[in-house]
């Protein structure tokens, strides 16, 4: 019999102590704050008996400063992001394009303008507003609050081939009423004259990460690996000190039982998150690429817990093969049932490239409103606001059993529960859809019938070696553009990815067809080799 989960080992009192231990220093990525903060959780861990090591290693950081947004003199609330290009008197006509959509930004010549655009900062709008030459971009807020956000579409520290696509605009936010006021002059066919002024401070700083570690019965055998930033934006005690204090209070639980692991454990605490776009979960995927390409079973990744009206428990995200794991988690702590949410590209997934399936990252979220003003994380999410009375310890202690559920069972389980039958099924409810719209262009046989291979090789028990080995395969065309040794921009993606040219077909225009039944092809190939791949690892 599975021994159960010691859930009923998780202190509140130790949780929030840890808490209010973050809430004393501000951890910009590179500071001197966030390595006194991140040595705390060092000798936390090295008390409990983990192998610690900390890291220093370049990163490509953005820190903003100060920022002044001036409309016909008169200066409004404003603030600018990390990766904005800094400006001292950026002026350009204003041209309002709604939500930033591609379709907005096909509207006409933006070259030169400052675009007005509707939501939170984002690198998807920064990409757009780069391709077309627009010099500004004034973001919208949804509400009052001004939420810090790092808007380059650059996954990780930049290489020679994607410095190209950093951001190339000046960047600020406003509040909605200010903003609101300027969209309405517009549609009254008036010229508000703007100016824009921000401090933006990037280039290549030391940046830490912490690494923390318990073996296995065998030394160099599988490990999980259990993740989560330590930068923030101001003194960030939920986003990401309640993550850290679940980290460190997990790593305590589990490892009194550290007698019934059938793996290894292993911790980091990443910086470079907030002002780096995952500057430190990407170095540490390419510098320990082969490592973690032999080891690393499953990643667990935490965000954000424990904050004060965070009630719903069904929207994390995780991969098919983990749904049935996290399901189970949430609903012995909660009684909700878990939705089971495709992964975005978000939260330091750095390591689907490698492939590593994840799961969760931020857990509970704030209730259902209005969909603009709706913050998930909690409207002081990103702003200055976000200090200890925004953590509950009652949130906190529930929200940190749910990852001591699932962790138990990645590290005591006798075989990794990965459910290879439920990743089977939902490609082929993909493929039967693409199938629908694609009619006679490509025949999507092969790739049914190697799906149906799949999810036969998939049911029964197997090794540890078989389920990371499928994983290999499956993994990168899941949430990958299919590059195992790059990191596809943290911009939207399809499911499986690998399968867009294929998408694409089907909406051809009749000349392209010829033209795109070429990557089609090439694009069924790779997803079958996959297939056959993964089923041939189960198999054997």
Known sequence: MTTPAPVERVDGTRLMAHCAKFAQHVKLSGSA????????????????????????????????????????????????????KPADG?????????????????????????????????????????????????????????????????????????????????TCTISNADGGALRDRLNAGETPQLVLHAAVDTGWRPTPILVAELDGPVADGPFVLFSGHHDTWYFGVMDNGGANATMIEAA???????????????????????????????????????????????????????AIGADVMTESSTASEL???????????????????????????SFWGVGVPSMFGSLSHQPPAPVAMRQPLGWWWHTPHDLLDKIDEANLTRDTRVFVRALWRLLTDVGLPLDFVAHADALQRELAAIAAKLGDRLSLAPLMAA?????????????????????????????????????????PQPPW????????????????????????????????????????????
């Open 252 to 306: 305590r639980v589990l490892a009194e039982h550290h007698a019934s692991w059938q793996r290894g454990l292993r911790l980091c605490f990443w910086s470079g998150h907030s002002h780096g776009r995952y500057s430190g979960s990407s170095w540490y995927v390419d510098t320990n690429w082969d490592e973690l390409d032999r080891r690393c079973a499953v990643h667990v990744n935490v965000d954000s817990t424990g």
């Open 90 to 170: 950026l002026t350009g006509r204003l041209v309002y394009l709604g939500a930033g959509t591609d379709a907005d930004f096909a509207r006409g010549d933006l070259a030169g303008a400052i675009v007005l655009v509707e939501g939170i900062a984002n690198p998807g709008v920064a990409a757009r507003a780069a391709r077309v030459g627009a010099a500004g971009q004034l973001h919208i807020s949804p509400h009052a609050h001004l939420h810090e956000m790092c808007i380059s579409p650059v996954w990780g520290s930049p290489g020679q081939e994607t410095r190209a696509l950093l951001p190339q605009t000046v």
């Open 451 to 491: 799906t149906e291979k799949l999810r036969a090789a998939a049911g029964g028990e197997h090794s540890d070696a078989a389920l990371m080995a499928a994983s290999r395969a499956l993994v990168p065309v899941d949430y990958t553009s299919g590059d195992r040794f790059r990191h596809d921009p943290a911009l």
């Open 323 to 349: 749904l049935a794991l996290a399901a189970e988690a949430v609903r012995a702590e909660t009684n909700a049932t878990h939705e089971g949410r495709r992964g975005s590209r978000s939260s330091d997934m």
């Open 33 to 84: 704050e966030e390595l006194v903060s991140l040595r705390y959780v060092q000798t936390m861990l090295d008390a409990i008996g983990y192998r610690t090591t900390l890291l220093s290693h370049p990163a490509y950081i953005s820190l903003p400063g100060a920022a002044r947004v001036v409309a016909d003199g008169v200066a409004l609330e404003a603030i600018t992001h990390s990766f904005s």
């Open 497 to 540: 990815p690998v399968l867009q040219p294929i998408r694409l077909l089907a909406d051809a225009a009749p000349d392209d067809i010829p033209f795109a039944a070429v990557d089609a092809l090439r694009a069924r190939n790779r997803m079958q080799h996959a297939l056959r791949e993964a089923a041939r690892a189960l198999q054997g």
